[in-house]
């Protein structure tokens, strides 16, 4: 077998690339992809924030709406939930004993001078309250009386309040639906929903992270879905000690502040799409019974930021409107934070909370004749 020998001649030369061209190339390469990736995480950005703040302004317009066309009249909205007699005993006593340093624990003679007095313990005061008995706080007197009949009738748009704080009719405050059931039915006549199974979703218990055998109580038309919308409202642990907005008085008879109770819900932000888990594309709401939706967060799950605490999701800005001499003046107060940031530093959550913990109120909203106001801002849709 004979080997043909390859003949390079001066006009027959191989060619090949240098090093240095290699890695030429190898740089442009990698700055291209360098640029894809920074280009393509922009955009995964812009999109939880823009179906994030689609979630919350939705949220937002139809409690709107509910707490707008509030009647009275309507069984809808003054329905109220039953809570199990068990459920009371442990969890809300009949009389808050947080409150009693609130019902006088003395009298005060005729010229004004506090005058101590015996009176019951605490344990057999609020036993005696709840019965229809309240402390008579008479110049003089120091006694408990009977309130006859029990409960008290009040005028037409009246309510009784009995709590450590009332003894009195009060007029009834607008409220959103104090029943679950019926909060979901009315959601959904504001809503722009999806045909199908509605108000009969999943109960979501505390603790739970993933939503893919879960099924929504509702789904609207841009594929966003509410879970958790039927669950009767309950106290808001994180929003204990919220700025006083009113209250109504449940089945038995406690009173519930509106800033502090309400719904919790879960909403998947992007639907079918995504893992639908908490914190990744499920997201918890807070609704207020006076209409405030609040965005939660969690730092102890998410130290980076996700949901209220991230302006990845949502960012607003804080300005306070100052009128002096007769002119009114537009100061802002931030730009561009967090909701959490705004909200607690604006006074649109109470700065007591745990809510606010870290997050204290601006000095300007707390003088006299401040007006902050909370504006969210819509972010730039370019995908």
């Given at each position: 077998?004979?080997?043909?020998?390859?003949?390079?001649?001066?006009?027959?030369?191989?060619?090949a690339?240098?090093?240095?061209?290699?890695v030429?190339?190898?740089?442009?390469?990698?700055?291209?992809?360098?640029?894809?990736?920074?280009?393509?995480?922009?955009?995964?950005?812009?999109?939880?924030?823009?179906?994030?703040?689609?979630?919350?302004?939705?949220?937002?317009?139809?409690?709107?709406?509910?707490?707008?066309?509030?009647?009275?009249?309507?069984?809808?909205?003054?329905?109220?939930?039953?809570?199990?007699?068990?459920?009371?005993?442990?969890?809300?006593?009949?009389?808050?004993?947080?409150?009693?340093?609130?019902?006088?624990?003395?009298?005060?003679?005729?010229?004004?001078?506090?005058m101590?007095?015996?009176?019951?313990?605490?344990?057999?005061?609020?036993?005696?309250?709840?019965?229809g008995?309240?402390?008579?706080?008479?110049?003089?007197?120091?006694?408990?009386?009977?309130?006859?009949?029990?409960?008290?009738?009040?005028?037409?748009?009246?309510?009784?309040?009995?709590?450590?704080?009332?003894?009195?009719?009060?007029?009834?405050?607008?409220?959103?639906?104090?029943?679950?059931?019926?909060?979901?039915?009315?959601?959904?006549?504001?809503?722009?929903?999806?045909g199908?199974?509605?108000?009969?979703?999943?109960?979501?218990?505390?603790?739970?992270?993933?939503?893919?055998?879960?099924?929504?109580?509702?789904?609207?038309?841009?594929?966003?879905?509410?879970?958790?919308?039927?669950?009767?409202?309950?106290?808001?642990?994180?929003?204990?000690n919220?700025?006083?907005?009113?209250?109504?008085?449940?089945?038995?008879?406690?009173?519930?502040?509106?800033s502090?109770?309400?719904?919790?819900?879960?909403?998947?932000?992007?639907?079918?799409?995504?893992?639908?888990?908490?914190?990744q594309?499920?997201?918890?709401?807070?609704?207020?019974?006076?209409?405030?939706?609040?965005?939660?967060?969690?730092?102890?799950t998410?130290?980076?930021?996700?949901?209220?605490?991230?302006?990845?999701?949502?960012?607003?800005?804080?300005?306070?409107?100052?009128?002096?001499?007769?002119?009114?003046?537009?100061?802002?107060?931030?730009?561009?934070?967090?909701?959490?940031?705004?909200?607690?530093?604006?006074?649109?959550?109470?700065?007591?909370?745990?809510?606010?913990?870290?997050?204290?109120?601006?000095?300007?909203?707390?003088?006299?004749g401040?007006?902050?106001?909370?504006?969210?801002?819509?972010?730039?849709?370019?995908?």
């Amino acid at each position: 077998m004979k080997i043909k020998m390859l003949n390079i001649t001066a006009n027959n030369k191989l060619f090949a690339y240098t090093l240095a061209e290699i890695v030429t190339v190898l740089i442009v390469v990698a700055v291209i992809i360098s640029v894809t990736i920074g280009v393509t995480k922009a955009k995964l950005d812009n999109v939880i924030s823009y179906t994030y703040y689609s979630a919350y302004s939705a949220l937002r317009a139809v409690i709107s709406q509910i707490l707008t066309d509030y009647d009275s009249s309507n069984s809808m909205y003054t329905d109220l939930s039953y809570v199990p007699e068990s459920f009371l005993l442990k969890k809300i006593p009949c009389f808050v004993l947080s409150y009693l340093n609130l019902n006088p624990s003395y009298a005060f003679t005729e010229s004004g001078e506090p005058m101590p007095c015996s009176e019951p313990d605490s344990e057999e005061r609020s036993i005696q309250y709840c019965q229809g008995k309240e402390f008579d706080n008479t110049p003089g007197v120091c006694s408990w009386k009977q309130i006859v009949p029990w409960p008290p009738s009040c005028p037409e748009g009246e309510q009784w309040n009995n709590s450590a704080t009332g003894c009195r009719c009060a007029q009834i405050p607008k409220t959103l639906p104090r029943k679950g059931e019926n909060f979901c039915k009315v959601f959904t006549n504001y809503a722009n929903t999806i045909g199908g199974s509605q108000c009969s979703g999943s109960v979501v218990y505390p603790g739970t992270t993933n939503f893919t055998d879960k099924t929504p109580d509702l789904i609207l038309r841009n594929g966003i879905r509410i879970y958790n919308l039927r669950q009767n409202p309950e106290r808001i642990l994180v929003l204990q000690n919220n700025t006083d907005a009113g209250f109504y008085m449940d089945s038995s008879g406690n009173e519930m502040k509106l800033s502090e109770s309400g719904y919790t819900l879960y909403v998947d932000i992007d639907g079918q799409n995504g893992p639908s888990e908490l914190w990744q594309d499920v997201y918890p709401f807070y609704i207020t019974m006076s209409g405030k939706v609040i965005p939660g967060y969690d730092k102890s799950t998410n130290p980076d930021g996700s949901g209220a605490d991230s302006i990845k999701h949502l960012q607003v800005s804080v300005q306070n409107e100052i009128i002096s001499e007769g002119k009114r003046k537009m100061e802002w107060l931030s730009k561009s934070v967090s909701f959490v940031q705004g909200a607690c530093q604006s006074g649109y959550v109470g700065s007591l909370t745990p809510y606010c913990t870290g997050y204290p109120v601006s000095e300007k909203c707390q003088l006299s004749g401040a007006n902050c106001m909370l504006k969210q801002i819509k972010p730039v849709k370019f995908f």
